[in-house]
């Protein structure tokens, strides 16, 4: 079992959807939790970020946590075209990973116009 | 520079030769991270430095890969005696600060290593 599992999709949604994509992990000692966006071809760059349990706005973006269930979920409202693109959880904070991001496998999202 | 640059973007190269990965991240960031990238998959840990101090290279799949950071700037990973099960994408990364966990890190564009 991977410690970060994540729905590889794709995904496939009309513009203007709400969508919701989700990881779910079991390393209790994650604490930091973020969410990357990658366009093909291009490298992971980072959307969200969240510290322990709670829900995080940005614009149309929310990332939820919920650390007793070992979940997050990264919803985005009014989806466009331009929001299609692979979507990459990835977790830290437990103390034998240091430094370390530990990725989902990502989630394909298609918005069709 | 204004991201994380890697070079070559694309390597084809024979099954047991060398290669050399080059990586040059973003102006006056402290910490650099090596990734690897399946295709279908997530970036996986390698090895990362603070300033040319390599901090823990755990990731590594076995002794044919290294890494540096001489001037703790520009990093070079280089993998000796080439297998076919070494292609992948190679991505770099670099952040600012070196202890926080949660510290934003910025991706390069990667390097695609294909070996036959």
């Known amino acids: 079992q991977k410690e970060v599992e994540q729905d590889p999709g794709p995904l496939s949604v009309p513009e203007g959807a709400i969508v919701s994509l989700n990881c779910t992990y079991s390393?209790?000692?994650?604490?930091?939790f973020m969410w990357y966006r990658q366009y093909s071809r291009k490298g992971p760059e980072l959307l969200m970020y969240?510290?322990?349990?709670g829900n995080k706005e940005d614009g149309r973006f929310t990332a939820q946590v919920d650390k007793s269930s070992k979940y997050i979920s990264l919803f985005i409202r009014d989806s466009q075209p331009s929001d299609s693109a692979t979507y990459l959880c990835?977790?830290?904070?437990?103390?034998?990973?240091?430094?370390?991001?530990?990725f989902g496998a990502g989630t394909i999202l298609r918005v069709k116009s | 520079g204004a991201g994380v640059s890697q070079s070559p973007r694309y390597k084809v190269t024979k099954r047991g030769q060398d290669v050399a990965l080059r990586c040059d991240p973003i102006?006056?960031?402290?910490?650099l991270y090596w990734y690897r990238q399946a295709l279908g998959q997530g970036p996986e840990f390698l090895t990362y430095?603070?300033?040319?101090?390599?901090?823990?290279k755990s990731g590594l799949p076995n002794d044919r890969f290294s890494a540096e950071r001489p001037e703790g700037s520009i990093s070079t990973l280089t993998i000796q005696r080439t297998e076919q099960r070494d292609s992948a994408m190679y991505r770099c990364?670099?952040?600012?600060?070196?202890?926080?966990?949660?510290?934003?890190?910025?991706f390069g564009e990667g390097s695609w290593l294909t070996v036959v």
């Open positions: 990364a670099s952040s600012l600060e070196r202890t926080h966990p949660g510290n934003t890190i910025y």
């Open positions: 390393n209790s000692a994650f604490q930091y």
């Open positions: 969240t510290y322990s349990s």
């Open positions: 990835a977790m830290s904070g437990a103390v034998e990973y240091g430094n370390k991001l530990v």
């Open positions: 102006s006056g960031h402290v910490s």
């Open positions: 430095f603070n300033y040319e101090a390599q901090q823990d």
